[in-house]
């Protein structure tokens, strides 16, 4: 993991965040009208709060979408973990020189969730792992 860098902006989210649920915030990014965190494992109840109480107070204050997922030092379950609840049927990690690729096998009818409206999510992950575990791309492949 190469060093992490954090504007004014996603330090302030992060502040408020972390006030608000008490979670431990590892990272954030955010992406025109969206915001991921990336929480310390075993935080993500803290994080969603009952109910989703504590993502729905976010949203409001932020006035944007919010993302929630849960950090793993095990780059497979960390990459799981940016797409849950989506099923993950397979995960295959290709190593060459210069690139780092993860194809994801998910269920056509999950290609959605997976890739997000607009593509926000499936950039908004690629971000962080990237920023998290150096892998330069996430394919998707949709089966049956």
């Known amino acids: 993991m190469g060093r992490i860098r954090i504007n004014s902006e996603e330090l302030k989210y992060m502040t408020l965040f972390e006030g608000m649920t008490g979670a431990t915030i590892k990272d954030c990014i955010q992406e025109d009208e969206s915001v991921a965190y990336v929480v310390k494992k075993g935080d993500m109840g803290l994080a969603i709060g009952k109910a989703g109480s504590n993502i729905e107070r976010i949203k409001r204050a932020l006035g944007k979408d919010v993302w929630v997922t849960e ?10 973990n940016l797409f849950s609840p989506t099923r993950i049927r397979q995960i295959r990690v290709s190593n060459s020189e210069n690139d780092k ?15 997000g409206h607009n593509g926000t ?19 998707i492949k949709s089966v049956y």
């Open 101 to 115: 690729i993860i194809t994801l096998e998910v269920s056509k009818k999950d290609t959605k969730k997976v890739i």
């Open 71 to 80: 950090f793993s030092d095990d780059q497979n379950e960390f990459v799981k």
């Open 121 to 139: 999510r499936i950039r908004m992950a690629k971000k962080l792992a990237e920023r998290h575990f150096s892998i330069d791309d996430i394919k």
